[in-house]
């Protein structure tokens, strides 16, 4: 995980965008930074201090649910169940074991579980913070904002952002976190 920039998402999508138009003509005229920049500044009218950070999910789940822990829940709308890392307590209730096999390169079976949620409902939080997913660059990479209420808050998270992993739901993979300095 790293710390990014708005205009580096832009840039990237920009890219991506030109390239779909280039192989579908039709597509050329629509705006898609409008859109990406009006939820942008929905966002930030009551949250002014953010930091885009590029990773892969479970890094950003990770640093969601490290936000929870530490600023509570974000306003809007709970999208918490899709998380490798919940918080939402409403969420949390819903957890059940998915039970499966994988099948090995020989052929044997390994059983397989793993822990889910099942949606609990539209519900929305208040907090003093929120964030906005812009987007994927990678099969399971991409760009989040993290905006907070109150600078203090932005800072303890970039000074804490080196510490999210993909979590103990992965427990071989090193961390990938970068470097901040205030």
Known sequence: MQISAYETWLEIERQDQQRYAEQHPAY?????????DQQRMELLLPFPYSAVLEGYYPEHDYAVRWCWQNFG????????????YPACPLVLATEYVETGTLRN?????????????????????????????LGKTDYDYGFREYAFAREEDREQFLSAFRTFTFGEKYPDIAPSAGVYSP
Request: glycine share 8%.
């Open 28 to 36: 050329a005229t629509q705006d898609w930074q409008l859109e990406s």
């Open 105 to 133: 390169e020989d052929g044997t079976d390994t059983p397989k579980k793993r822990v889910r949620y099942k949606d609990p409902g539209e519900h929305k939080h208040e907090g003093v913070w929120s964030s906005l997913w």
């Open 73 to 84: 829940p974000p306003r809007g709308i709970c999208t918490d169940w899709h998380s490798e």
